[in-house]
């Protein structure tokens, strides 16, 4: 049997098991966002690192915000709307703001659930099934994940790598309107260094820019490079090198411009940070070990630092029982990851906020900006990272990111002022995606 043909199979499957509760939620909604929203909104941090607005209506229509008006407005009074009356949506004691956006997700990797993959088989046809098995499994996981991190509040994320075919049809699923998830901007295979001709692995220039095109080819909305090792590895620490020479990620960053894809890097060493950024790369991931030189490349060249400090959490869970092999890399990046983040933000390099969810919880993002105010942002700079920065790292930045006029109408509400307290984020009471409400949990 064609492999091709087996993983078409397993993935049907996997969506006629989950459609159905989907697609009856989303029609429900539909019909009640027929004419349009309107909502008497408290409090709103429009365009968050601006005044903030009191008393005010915004009127929601075709999924967009048709006006912000002061006062608490008539439902009626909506321009365009005389066949039908619009949903009144009472947010007086709420706080409403822009949809929340994550720039570093796996949606489909669980959290202290072991990866699915074995390949270790000599037989074509076991590894092409296994292959497409695991495709439908993770599917099935990144559905749960993406109704978690939406429920969360996050409307929009970046996925930086998933292996197979299942992120594409999980994007377009929701895209579509079959599947309920934030907008998905995603990367495929993560583009890394190796000679085992696995998706992704590249070896040469050649090779590099081959595993480039196939990304292209099956989707790829965003190029992930490896350009270190992993934190999880001894030699990801602060002075080993980059694990890609310059003129395989020239290649890479080359390839994806032909189709306008910015490429997003995985690096924690310093060298590793500065090659990536000084080469093309639009985000740093991670950059745990970033110094004043990265900050002056970064800052020349317009370079996105994505933090991802939530992992924090794990290290301080796992490092009583590490190996002495990682005891002493865990501890620096303990003490060094969030200051040097903090010393990147007061430096003038754009943070956009990322939390590696899929190592860290699903539906636990808000946590990033807890850890962005402890280690010296102001809960207003933290907010900006997972809204207006976000949106301009994905080019989205006339689209999403503000609640203002002619965005689409992605928003949530709060009760408490995450102005003072962020971690009121961590408590999303409604969550309007596209202007329909997706979550109401009063």
């Known amino acids: 049997m064609n492999w091709k043909r087996l993983l078409r199979r397993a993935l049907a499957g996997t969506v006629l098991v989950c459609l159905g509760p989907a697609l009856a939620s989303q029609s429900e909604s539909a019909r009640q966002q027929s004419g349009g929203l309107v909502i008497h909104a408290g409090t709103v941090i429009a365009v968050p690192g601006s005044d903030v607005l009191t008393d005010q209506t915004i009127f929601v229509t075709d999924g967009r915000i048709a006006a912000v008006r002061d006062g608490f407005l008539d439902p009626t009074d909506v321009a365009g709307s005389e066949s039908a009356i619009p949903e009144l949506l009472d947010l007086r004691d709420a706080v409403v703001l822009p949809g929340l956006m994550d720039m570093h997700v796996h949606l489909s990797m669980e959290f202290g659930v072991e990866g699915q993959r074995s390949y270790g088989v000599s037989d074509q046809y076991a590894v092409q099934y296994r292959a497409a098995k695991d495709d439908a499994y993770f599917l099935v996981n990144a559905i749960v994940n993406a109704r978690k991190t939406l429920e969360a509040g996050f409307t929009t994320v970046r996925n930086v790598g998933a ?125 745990s070990f970033n110094n004043a030189e990265s900050h002056r490349i970064m800052v020349e060249n317009g370079v996105y630092l994505v933090p991802t400090l939530a992992v924090q959490d794990n290290i301080r869970a796992d490092i009583g029982s590490a190996g002495d092999e990682m005891v002493g ?8 990851h969030g200051p040097r983040i903090f010393a990147a933000h007061k430096a003038g390099v754009t943070i956009a906020a990322g939390t590696d969810a899929g190592v860290t919880k699903h539906g636990n993002n808000a946590r990033e900006l807890e850890l962005y105010v402890e280690h010296g942002l102001t809960p207003e700079e933290a907010i900006v990272t997972a809204t207006v920065n976000a949106a301009a790292l994905i080019g989205m930045e006339d689209e999403l990111g503000t609640v203002e006029p002619g965005r689409i109408a992605d928003l949530i509400a709060v009760y408490g002022n995450p102005l003072s307290d962020i971690s009121a984020l961590r408590n999303v009471q409604v969550v309007i995606q596209g202007g329909r409400v997706v979550r109401d949990a009063r």
């Open 329 to 336: 890399l865990m501890q620096s990046f303990l003490d060094n």
């Open 163 to 287: 292996d197979g075919w299942h992120i594409f049809a999980l994007r377009d699923g929701i895209r579509d309107g079959a599947l309920t998830g934030p907008r998905i901007i995603t990367a495929g295979h993560l583009i890394r260094m190796g000679a085992d001709e696995g998706p992704g692995a590249c070896w040469s220039v050649e090779s590099c820019r081959r595993a480039t095109r196939v990304q292209i080819d099956m989707g790829a909305d965003l190029i992930k490079v490896v350009a270190t090792c992993s934190g999880s590895k001894p030699c990801g620490n602060e002075f080993a090198p980059s694990v890609i020479l310059e003129d395989e990620f020239r290649a890479i960053v080359d390839v994806a411009g032909s189709r306008d894809l910015k490429v997003a890097a995985h690096a924690h060493g310093t060298d590793g940070i500065n090659l990536a950024a000084r080469l093309g790369a639009s985000s740093i991931e991670h950059g």
